[in-house]
């Protein structure tokens, strides 16, 4: 990391004046002088990710000497629901990272996970991790949300060693939750059955389960979020329609397309054509806003 970047970057963090310290959905980090440094609320889920810098060379750690007044205190606020569903999907079932992101999503009380010191990671590549997040986060670049997104995930991950597992049975509620994930992050592929061995309950109990809570079968979650996944990519890419059914989970397109005209009313080639005309016509209205006087002139 260039240590006049970070530096720039900290000071950036350092001259936002916050009040409210809300994460939302996505990620917040602030900046603090030691000797400023104000109590960090817990009014929302979230996981709280904090490191020191010293303040003249913010690339060193402070491994060797206590912190200073003047030392940077930079405290990232990761939205807790969010963030818990992306890492999810990633992390293997047999691992503790997994069961720690199970026992925490879904829990809607106010609380939240406190990383800060812990044997177990390894503080140059945490730091590294979080140097470049300060950077993401102070320079705002192009996709710096997704970004930021992914840094964060690598950080949590790195010190999962260290988050306690909070004891203790799911709720109903929470593993319905648990479960729309899955759905959501993998239509193209989720199985009953592979639910089922993931979270350790009988099949038969998670069907019934989530028809009592959603009033859908598990097939019809499943269609669902991918006749929703395809509307995206036809509206958003140029894929062909053959190989968006393959995306979202179809050999064929006659299935496809008979159930994507159900769901929305359309065929997946009259929602292409819609976003064609669509953006025709933000083209031309872009192009009156830009030339006014030429748009009176056709009209006159």
């Known amino acids: 990391m260039n240590e006049a970047r970070l530096k720039r970057a900290l000071d950036t963090l350092l001259a936002e004046r916050r009040e409210h310290l809300e994460p939302g959905s ?8 030691l000797r400023d440094r104000p ?15 010293d303040a003249e060379h913010p690339a060193h750690l402070l491994l060797d000497r206590r912190p200073r007044p003047d030392d940077i205190m930079v405290y990232a606020i990761l939205g807790k629901q969010r963030l818990d569903r992306v890492l999810m999907a990633l992390a293997p079932s047999s691992s503790n990272f997994f069961q720690v992101l199970v ?7 106010p609380g939240t996970t406190e990383i800060s010191k812990a044997d177990e990671v390894d503080p140059a590549i945490l730091q590294d991790i979080f140097s470049l997040m300060v950077v993401a986060y102070a320079e705002r670049r192009e996709e710096w949300e997704l970004a930021l997104d992914g840094l964060a995930s690598a950080a949590i991950a790195l010190a ?25 992050a993998h239509p193209e592929s989720v199985t009953l059955q592979g639910l089922a061995e993931r979270f350790s309950y009988n099949p038969t109990y998670l069907s019934g389960l989530l028809h009592e809570q ?56 009259q929602v292409r054509a819609g976003r064609g005309a669509h ?15 030429e748009a009176r002139d056709d009209q006159g």
């Open 103 to 109: 026992d925490n999503l879904g829990q809607e009380q």
């Open 279 to 293: 953006d025709a016509a933000m083209m031309e209205t872009r192009a009156r806003n830009d030339h006014p006087q």
């Open 160 to 184: 999962s060693p260290a988050i306690r597992r909070a004891p203790g049975r799911r709720s109903p509620d929470d593993l319905v939750a648990l479960l729309l994930t899955e759905i959501a």
């Open 26 to 33: 996505g990620t917040l980090l602030v900046a603090y002088r």
């Open 39 to 53: 109590t960090i609320p817990a009014s929302v889920p979230c996981h709280i990710l904090r490191t020191i810098y």
């Open 214 to 269: 959603c009033g859908r079968t598990f097939s019809q979650l499943v269609r669902e979020q991918r006749m929703l996944r395809a509307h995206q990519l036809l509206t958003d890419t140029g894929l062909p329609v053959v190989k968006v059914a393959a995306m979202v989970g179809y050999e064929g397109t006659s299935n496809f397309h008979r159930l994507f005209r159900e769901r929305f009313g359309e065929t997946p080639a």
